[in-house]
C-alpha cells in the first residue's frame, strides 16, 4: 500500500525496540504542531511479532481499523501524542520476520546515532538471540566485528548495575572500563567486580585483579593434572615449601610457561605442595646416621660410669637402710 492515514491510538511502540527512551520530544512536538508530520511512520501489524514471515497478511489485505506496532519513527509517535495529533501517515508493511524487524529498527537508530552503546548492546543481543551472528550483525550495522564483541560482552553484565554506575556521575564509567571486565571469564564474576568497585580506577584494578587470579588458577589446574598423572600425592596439612624435613625437588611458576610433563630426579616418595604463583614438587629428606667423635665417645663413656656408680652406691645405701631397720 501507498502512504495511509491511521488513527494515533491505534500506533504502539515495538516491544524490541533498541531504543528504550525516545528523549524529551517537547521541540519536535512543536515542529509538527506548526509545520505537520514531514515523514511518514513505518508500521508492521500486530500479527507480524508472533507469525512467520511467509505466514504473515501481505500489506495491501491489511484492514486500516487494524491495530499496528511502529518500526520506524517511535520519536514521532511520541511527540505526535503529545502535540495532540489525531491521524498519522503511514506506510504498512508485513511479511518480515522478526529477526528483520529488529535489523531494521538498529540500522535505523544507529544511522541517526540515537542509541546508547548500552542500548547498541542490548540490540546486538537481541539480534544474535534471534539466529545472526557477530559477521553478520556488523554487516548489517556497519559496525567492525570487534566493536560487536565488545558490544556484546556489555549485554552480558547485569543491566541495573550497569546503568546505576552509568549514571553516577563520580563514578566516571567508560568504555576502556568495559574492556578491562573482558578480561574476566567468568561473568559472576565480572558482575562482582562491577558491583563492588567504588570508582573507574578502581574497577580497573579489580579487573586486573580478577583476571589474573582467573589465570592462576586454571594454570595450577593444567599443572595439578600433570603431577597427579605421576601419581604424586598433596603434602600432609602441616608441611609447607620451606619445611625443614622436606626438600624441593622442582619449583613450578604457575606465571610463566608451563611444562608440557612433569620430570622429577630421585626414588621418592614425592609429594606437593601449593605456594604463591608457584608450585613446589618436595621429598622427605632421610635420616643420616650420625658418627660420633672421638671426644663425643669419651663423654658418653664417663657419663655411663657415672650413672653406673649412682645405680651402685644407691643400692648400698638401701641395704644398709634395709639392715638397721631389721635390727631395730
Not at 491510538?9 to 512536538?29: F, M, T, W
Not at 541517526?112 to 547498541?120: G, K, M, S
Not at 559477521?135 to 566485528?145: Q, V
Not at 596439612?237 to 604457575?254: A, F, M, P, T
Amino acid at each position: 500500500k501507498d502512504i495511509v492515514f491511521i488513527k494515533v491510538e491505534q500506533l504502539y511502540p515495538h516491544p524490541d525496540n533498541p531504543r528504550k527512551d525516545v528523549g524529551d520530544v517537547s521541540e519536535l512536538a512543536e515542529s509538527i504542531k506548526k509545520n505537520g508530520i514531514m515523514q511518514n511512520l513505518t508500521v508492521i501489524p500486530l500479527e507480524a511479532l508472533d507469525t512467520k514471515a511467509e505466514e504473515q497478511t501481505p500489506a495491501d489485505k491489511i484492514s486500516l481499523l487494524s491495530d499496528f506496532h511502529v518500526l520506524i519513527g517511535h520519536r514521532r509517535l511520541a511527540a505526535c501524542k503529545k502535540a495532540g495529533i489525531e491521524t498519522i501517515p503511514c506506510k504498512i508493511v508485513s511479511n518480515i520476520s522478526k529477526r528483520e524487524q529488529v535489523s531494521i529498527m538498529l540500522e535505523e537508530n544507529m544511522q541517526r546515532n540515537d542509541l546508547t552503546i548500552y542500548e547498541q548492546a542490548q540490540g546486538f543481543q537481541m539480534m544474535l538471540d534471534l539466529g545472526e551472528t557477530a559477521e553478520s550483525i556488523a554487516e548489517k550495522t556497519g559496525f567492525s566485528t570487534s566493536t560487536v564483541y565488545h558490544r556484546l560482552n556489555i549485554a552480558k553484565l547485569n543491566q541495573e548495575e550497569l546503568k546505576k554506575k552509568a549514571n553516577d556521575d563520580d563514578f566516571q564509567l567508560s568504555l576502556k572500563d568495559m574492556y578491562a571486565l573482558e578480561q574476566i571469564k567468568d561473568i559472576k564474576r565480572r558482575n562482582k567486580v562491577l558491583k563492588d568497585a567504588t570508582s573507574s580506577s578502581d574497577l580497573v584494578w579489580r579487573a586486573n585483579r580478577a583476571a589474573k587470579e582467573e589465570r592462576l588458577k586454571e594454570a595450577e589446574a593444567a599443572v595439578l593434572k600433570l603431577i597427579k598423572a605421576k601419581n604424586i600425592a598433596e603434602a600432609p596439612k602441616n608441611v609447607s615449601y620451606y619445611s625443614d624435613g622436606y626438600e624441593r625437588v622442582k619449583e613450578i611458576d604457575l606465571t610463566k610457561e608451563l611444562p608440557k610433563e612433569i620430570k622429577v630426579k630421585g626414588d621418592g616418595p614425592f609429594c606437593y605442595v601449593i605456594g604463591y604463583e608457584k608450585i613446589y614438587i618436595m621429598v622427605k629428606k632421610k635420616k643420616e646416621k650420625k658418627v660420633k667423635t672421638a671426644a663425643e665417645l669419651k663423654r658418653a663413656e664417663i657419663d655411663k660410669n657415672k650413672k653406673k656408680d649412682i645405680h651402685v652406691k644407691k643400692c648400698k645405701d638401701n641395704a644398709l637402710k634395709k639392715f638397721y631397720n631389721l635390727g631395730a
